[in-house]
């Protein structure tokens, strides 16, 4: 039985199976991204819920973990040389378990670079900005009603960032062609969650981006998709 006691996050949250992966999240845009990977990757995992209401994320345990202070982290038992792993940052996550198994990222270099192009492309430019775009319009929208200029500006680069996958979609099943990888795993849920979690259907005219649409639709068709997105289970 693998030994994580060197991670104080296992004193808030302990394992039950410690020789499986620990997941620390909640199922948000970027929290299940490495739930859905996991279902993709058949990798046995135990999840944790964070939770926000209770500031779990800025707990002295989780900041252990994550010195940031956000969602999904991850501790592997099985990692490098066999010994247990610790790693925050979704996308890193993401890398790190596709290069894992050999699974989700193409072995063709060139290939290889290209699928973590548009991780990064999600990283920086799609949650960054959806998630400006939400907190003005849903969130603070009362801060703000006086003052159309911060909803604009972010309503108006994740249109354009809307467009620019559009037209990589565009003669593609997936991002990088045939091949489903983590670069659709990392971005998809940022599209759903522009409409689920933020209302942004209308204003963003989603409707306006058929390719994206359907490829969103072909991506939440997938099973790991239909488990992964509801894990952790929300209390």
């Known amino acids: 039985m693998a030994d994580l006691s060197s991670f104080p996050i296992t004193k808030r949250w302990p394992a039950s199976n410690p020789d ?26 135990e999840p944790h819920l964070v939770s926000f209401s209770t500031n779990d994320q800025k707990s002295p345990e989780f900041v252990s ?12 038992p099985n990692g490098p040389d ?16 596709a290069e894992k ?14 699928t973590l192009e548009w991780v990064f492309f999600q990283m920086a430019g799609v949650g960054p900005m959806f998630g ?3 907190h003005f319009f849903k969130f603070a929208a009362d801060k703000v009603a006086n003052n159309s200029y911060p909803v604009e500006r972010y309503r108006d680069e994740a249109k354009r960032l809307l467009g620019v996958l559009e037209e990589r979609l565009k003669g593609r099943q997936w991002i990088m062609g045939d091949d489903y990888t983590i670069a659709d795993i990392a971005t998809f849920p ?46």
């Open 20 to 45: 499986v992966i620990q997941l620390y999240s909640l199922p948000t845009p970027n929290g299940v991204k490495v739930s859905i990977a996991l279902e993709e990757l058949g990798l046995p995992y």
């Open 65 to 76: 973990l994550n010195p940031n202070g956000r969602i999904p982290a991850i501790i592997d």
């Open 82 to 97: 066999g010994k247990p792993i610790g790693l925050f940052e979704s996308g890193a996550i993401l890398v790190y378990l």
């Open 101 to 114: 198994t050999g699974k989700l990222m193409p072995q063709d270099a060139a290939k290889r670079y290209g």
């Open 132 to 134: 400006q775009f939400g």
């Open 190 to 235: 940022w599209v759903r969650g522009v409409d689920v979690f933020y209302g942004g259907r209308e204003i963003l005219e989603l409707e306006s981006f058929p390719v994206v649409m359907a490829w969103l639709e072909r991506a939440l068709a997938r099973p790991a998709s239909q488990v992964g997105l509801n894990i952790p289970k929300r209390d």
